[in-house]
């Protein structure tokens, strides 16, 4: 069984990456947040800046992700991907936003299963990567995934990636398990499942629904508990240990965007992302959320920071 980190876009950077590897591991691929793809002109160091190896942990699996709806332009930026070394290119026609979705893009395209052929038939006229997809069921039903997956199953793809919901769910409601069921009864390629992964119970419950899927994709759930990989993997990680490790963890994210963020408030702002997914195991009684999301400084920050760690002398989960 394989366990994927999934992409978050401004949370799961090379540098939060790195850090999850070191210290929580148990992933065996980490997806990168989407690229955009444009003309090749516009392709920069800045724009790679997330991919460029000297930034990643080599012994980190990375799969850069592209978001675009151009077979050409994905090839050439493809291309310049491959070369850094990384042979595994994910497509995004997954993301739900309606500026993106308007464009056609992400699971915007879902409806036009030609142009998703059109798409495919060029970028993957490059074998120097293999393509990997991260879809949803369908744009508004899961008539148009399957219209799409007929497409898919045309081209050499590495794997397609599940996300149990339709675009315009975007996260909320339920994932729904039986329009998962088929549109994997149809794919041809290797499937892994993606979708409200939450604790161990609802790792438990997907994979007895789905014996024959071997590769799980863990979001949120990841973030929220970054031991819940370890968990599924059965490695346990002794329970004294638990907090100091989210402590080291926390510490190597926070010093890391002190070193690269100018302005106290950019700095507040920007781990308010973080704990807006780790308060939610670490404040039961909801007494620190809204004091961090008025945090405006470091030093009333890592005050707040050190409270919440007195509080929580256990990782209780
Ligand atoms: C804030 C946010 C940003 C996301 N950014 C991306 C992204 O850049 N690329 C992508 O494929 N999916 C993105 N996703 C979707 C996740 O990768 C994942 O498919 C989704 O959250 C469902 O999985 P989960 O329930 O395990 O979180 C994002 C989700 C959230 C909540």
Known sequence: MKLFLAPIQGMTTACYRNAFARHFGNIDAYYTPFIGTSEIKKVSQSLLKDILPENNDPMVKLVPQLLGNDGIQFKSFARIISDMGYKEINWNVGCPFPMVTKKKKGSGILLYPDMVNKFLDQACSDSSYKITVKMRLGFDDTEAGIRVMQVLNQYPLGGVIIHARTGIQMYSGHVDLDGFEA?????????????????????????????????????????????????????????????????????????????????????CDKMKEFWNYMIINMDKDGKFAKKIKKCSHSSEYLALINQIFQHNLEWEI
Request: hydrophobic share 40%; with cysteine.
């Open 183 to 267: 549109l994997t009864a149809l794919c041809k390629h290797e499937v892994t499942y993606n979708g409200d992964i939450f604790n161990y119970d609802n790792f438990l419950n997907t994979s007895a629904r789905f014996p024959a899927i071997e590769n799980f994709m863990l979001g949120r759930g990841a973030l929220i508990d970054p031991f819940l990989p370890s968990k599924i993997k059965g490695n346990i990680i002794s329970p004294d240990n638990k907090i100091s490790i989210i402590r080291q963890f926390h510490d190597e994210i926070f010093n890391y965007y002190r070193s690269i963020l100018s302005g106290e408030k950019h700095l």
